[in-house]
């Protein structure tokens, strides 16, 4: 087993389907209308503000992007940029110098391939310099509003503790994901579970004393 703990509810649903079905309805209780905590206006702001994510929280983020979209507010003008003049812009976001970097090479691709625009298409996405899949997923699913199952570190963890998979890696995960969970329910389920998981069930403490799953 990848994850030693396991949540309470396995043990008292261990028919899969009936779990699935229970976590799914609960996680609509409890969060009913999830959304991307990151601000954006357009899906090239998202896949900016997503690069910005990694290792830092969307408040964070959300600090840094109105700036960043005000002095660069296109690919064109991304692609341009000053790399030092763009790391000072997102150095509180941490491994700042990657991640303008990251960003510039990004936007000289939707330069190069897509006359700017960002793609629709997890093909095309995962294709743009910087750009891997939970950024991809979630550009498709929260810009273009189409289904896009993100695996970060709490839908990892928190998949591992309701047994629904037995594995760390990301991409396993979100195959084995996309088999059980509804196409219509990916967005919201992967929203949900990094709520909950920020509110009840962290990498460091399981709140299950007074957690709403149980
Ligand atoms: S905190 Fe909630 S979701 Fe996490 S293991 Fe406990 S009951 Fe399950």
């Known amino acids: 087993m990848s994850t030693t703990t396991i949540c309470p509810i396995v043990e008292i649903l261990q028919d899969k389907v009936e779990r699935v079905k229970f976590i799914l309805d609960k996680l609509t209780e409890l969060y009913p209308d999830p959304a991307c905590a990151l601000d954006h206006r357009s899906p090239f ?11 830092c929280t969307d408040a964070q983020v959300n600090k840094v992007t109105p700036q960043l979209f005000a002095k660069y507010p296109d690919a064109k003008a991304l692609s341009n940029a000053d790399l030092s003049e763009l790391e000072e ?10 991640k303008a970097k990251n960003l510039v090479n990004m936007a000289k691709s939707l330069m190069e391939y897509h006359n700017g625009e960002v793609p629709a298409t997890l093909d095309e996405l995962v294709k743009l310099a910087g750009v891997g899949r939970k950024t991809a997923n979630v ?22 503790r309701f047994a629904l ?27 949900q579970l990094i709520l909950l998981g920020r509110e009840f069930c ?8 007074i957690c709403a799953m149980t």
């Open 45 to 55: 702001e998202l896949i900016c503000a997503t690069m910005l994510s990694a290792q």
């Open 89 to 98: 812009v997102v150095r509180s976001t941490g491994f700042y110098k990657n």
């Open 139 to 160: 550009v498709l699913g929260n810009a273009f509003h189409m289904p896009g199952m993100v695996v970060d570190t709490h839908v990892t963890r928190l998949s591992n």
């Open 165 to 191: 998979v037995d594995t760390e890696d990301a991409v396993k995960i979100e195959f084995e994901l996309m088999k059980i969970i509804p196409r219509e329910r990916w967005v919201d389920f992967s929203h």
């Open 202 to 209: 962290s990498a460091k403490k399981t709140r299950c004393e």
